[in-house]
């Protein structure tokens, strides 16, 4: 007999571990591992659902007793072995249980409905199908004289055959007709899967720019290594402008040529309309993309693709990670910094580790690529663990951008009340004139920051979060409040809630406000917004960026999205309206988000032929995040920065472990964090911060409380989080509540 060991698709510590089933004779085929199942469970042999994580032909225990799975879902995808084993290494690493982490390596999870083309072909002889018709014609068969009518009418129909929907539909053959004469052997129906194909509508150029010196030197050493079999894992850390996407492709292209697959990861959807431009005019068909933004079709489609080896090259964000390649050679991870390579749900893994560990089991090399990487990518770099290559000049010759910091207090003083700085509006007005293009950045999002009243001070907050709601225009006014947290809204109110005061209204600065304000201020200039609010929909991010690329603005207002990784030749003038904003975020990161964002926001001016200036505006002008972003200076930012982390024990010096406990009860969610504080205990190699609030301190109705644990030790947070992790389902007066963890987040 065969025996199955399945997870229940079900995420319950106390149920994490893999219970084993017969599989009956006739489901033997399709009991694959990685197969989803139906099988009973419990006492009371309830339907559930669960995945085959390995087989085998030896019992557990008796026979008698071990219960049989019921159904192999076909309406299901399989996952591969060495996904499994992944998930399996990401459940012990991060945390979740291992249905979470199946779920996670499993972007498509459920097979969809084949999109096929299907056409009738003649059996017969021109000459045998017109006597076949004339016999129907006898017979008042008037359906099959209309199909084949359909067929004989063009001849072209009978060499290359007739579109069934179009023989349905239009000729009105029924089904059952066209079947009842393909059972006689008068018409043959032939079927064709067509896959939907999200970048059908590409074009291939072929075009290969020639590698200047630093590049070439990166591609061949990197290739040597490969080809003499040794896979490692390279950082290669490149001013803006580089050509590090070049490199990229080179190395894809080598690997392809050795019969391998390749993987590329982008931060964010908005990346891809550039990206997947350059790949697809490299590499043609070839190459797929996978994100969240596709049809259920279209993302099942592309699995399938990769799945049979039809493809060699998948482009996306994080779950593109998870492509079912079985001839991975290489895994490329642009702008490697970026905190959307964290997953913010279980588990919590960061793409960066988890490509590393895909590497290994699979023999690929990994390759990350930043003009500003993050500390912990450089710092592995320091100690060896990963190589080192280094970028030092643009490609083509092109000179890094000019760039001015602007000190907002000085503006204050010379009564300047506008949001654009005096030198920003200068700078915007000529290159106007030249008809060369702007950005203007702004890491915020919606209407403006908050609605608030000029007589009592209060603040109009969410009824479930304890955040502010934010304005959002409608038909030229702000007419609606939303959280950004739970989507709760709730009309823009006309006197102040708390009061009755008439002097109510919005406070603080959104990416809509700025665009209005340059409308006014330089009201010929063309604009075009770019934020979360803008780019709904499959197409929100590739429409604006088209138009913006083929210059039918002359403005872009945006968010974090248009700052990384775009490359529009035209833009000779960024502006940060609020360079220091993020430095006041209440997370240990935020000196290194904020150079990161600048580093990479100065980076989109003078990337063609014409020279780029970039203006930070800012309060903190003195900040060494500031300061050494105008200069590009990553070095002299590292060493500040990882000083600043030696001294508090941060990564990646030291390891940190958050725990986030939930209750819908203020008093309980009090205790609760209290007592895992207990359970943890004097645990020697540790530091415990809190517990205290969350930053949030409610969100959705769940009350939230924090505990940081620092060490040095890896593997002892792990053992700590295991600890708790095991006492809480133990716990009957805590069974409401909810703990995560995150690490090093």
């Not at 059972?183 to 999200?198: A, D, F, H, I, M």
């Not at 190589?387 to 010759?397: D, E, M, P, V, W």
């Not at 092109?398 to 005096?422: G, M, T």
């Not at 935020?590 to 032929?609: I, K, M, P, V, W």
Request: glycine content about 8%; some cysteine.
């Amino acid at each position: 007999m065969l025996f199955a060991e399945v997870i229940v698709d079900i995420s319950i510590k106390s149920l994490d571990r893999p219970f084993q089933y017969f599989v009956p004779q006739e489901m033997e085929e399709q009991a694959l591992v990685g197969a989803q199942v139906v099988i009973p469970f419990g006492k009371g042999n309830r339907r559930m659902k669960g995945f085959i994580i390995g087989l085998s032909d030896t019992p557990k225990y008796d026979i008698n007793r071990t219960k049989g799975i019921l159904k192999v879902e076909k309406q299901g995808v399989v996952a591969e072995s060495h996904l499994l084993s992944l998930a399996y290494w990401m459940k012990e690493n991060y945390g979740a249980s291992m249905n979470d982490a199946i779920k996670a390596v499993m972007p498509v999870r459920r097979e969809v409905k084949e999109k096929v083309e299907r056409f009738i072909f003649s059996k017969m002889p021109k000459a045998e199908l017109v006597q076949q018709r004339e016999l129907f014609e006898r017979k008042h068969n008037t359906a099959r004289v209309r199909l084949l009518d359909g067929l004989l009418q063009k001849e072209s129909a009978l060499e290359d055959g007739l579109d069934y929907d179009y023989a349905v539909k239009a000729l009105n053959v029924p089904q059952s007709v066209i079947r009842g004469l393909e059972e006689r052997g008068v018409v043959q129906v032939t079927s064709k899967q067509l896959y939907r194909n999200p970048l059908e509508n590409q074009s291939q150029s072929g075009s290969r720019p020639v590698l200047n010196g630093e590049q070439q030197a990166v591609v061949d050493a990197i290739c040597r290594e490969y080809d003499r079999g040794v896979r490692k894992d390279y950082l290669i850390h490149g001013v803006t402008g580089s050509g590090k996407t070049e490199i990229y492709m080179n190395l894809i292209e080598h690997v392809i040529e050795k019969g391998k697959q390749a993987i590329v990861l982008i931060p964010e959807i908005a990346l891809t309309f550039q990206t997947v431009n350059r790949f697809y005019g490299r590499f043609g068909a070839r190459v797929s993309i996978m994100h969240s933004r596709l049809s259920a079709g279209e993302r099942y489609d592309q699995f399938l693709r990769a799945k049979r080896g039809e493809i060699q090259i998948m482009i996306g964000p994080r779950s593109a990670l998870f492509t079912p390649f079985d001839k991975l050679g290489l895994i490329v991870m642009d702008e490697e910094h970026e905190g959307s390579y964290q997953s913010d749900t279980m588990p919590k893994y960061h793409a960066r580790e988890v490509a590393v560990q895909r590497g290994k089991m699979l023999g690929a090399s990994v390759v990350l690529g930043s003009a500003t990487p993050s500390l912990e990518a450089y710092y592995r770099c320091e100690t060896g663990e990963y190589s080192l290559f280094t970028l030092k000049h643009r490609a083509g010759n092109a000179d890094l951008p000019r760039v001015q910091i602007v000190d907002l207090r000085e503006e204050l003083k010379a009564k300047n009340y506008s949001v654009f700085s005096r030198p920003l509006q200068q700078m915007m007005e000529e290159r106007l004139a030249k008809r060369e293009q702007i950005i203007l950045f702004l890491n915020r999002r919606g209407y403006a920051g908050f609605v608030s009243c000029r007589m009592c001070g209060g603040v109009i907050q969410c009824d479930s979060c304890s955040v502010s709601l934010k304005p959002h225009e409608y038909g030229g006014r702000v007419a609606l409040l939303k959280c950004h947290y739970c989507g709760m809204e709730k009309p823009m109110p006309s006197v102040c809630p708390f009061c009755g005061s008439k002097y109510i209204g919005t406070f603080g600065l959104g990416t809509q406000q700025v665009e209005e304000m340059v409308k006014k201020r330089f009201q010929t200039a063309r604009v075009l917004r770019m934020d979360a609010d803008t780019t709904s929909g499959k197409e929100g991010h590739n429409r604006i960026l088209k138009a913006f690329s083929e210059q039918r603005a002359d403005i872009l207002v945006g968010t974090q999205m248009i700052v990384k990784g775009h490359d529009f030749p035209n833009v000779t003038l960024v502006g940060v309206l609020a360079a220091d904003l993020s430095l006041n975020a209440d997370n240990y990161r935020a000196s290194e988000r904020t150079f990161q964002l600048l580093a990479q926001a100065a980076g989109r001016a003078g990337r063609g032929e014409k020279a780029g200036d970039v203006v930070f505006q800012t309060y903190q002008p003195e900040h060494y995040s500031v300061a050494n972003a105008a200069c590009e200076n990553y070095q002299g930012f590292y060493r500040q920065e990882l000083a600043v982390r030696q001294m508090l024990h941060y990564p990646p010096i030291s390891n940190i472990l958050e725990v986030l406990s939930f209750s819908r009860e203020k008093e309980k969610a009090l205790c609760l964090s209290g007592k895992l504080k207990e359970v943890i205990g004097e645990e020697q190699g540790i530091v415990i911060l809190g517990p205290c609030d969350a930053p949030i301190v409610k969100l959705r109705d769940w009350y939230r409380r924090v505990m940081y644990i620092k060490s040095g030790d890896y593997g002892l947070l792990c053992r700590v989080r295991n600890r708790l992790e095991a006492w809480l389902p133990m716990q009957e007066e805590y069974k409401d509540c909810m703990v995560t963890f995150d690490m090093n987040r």
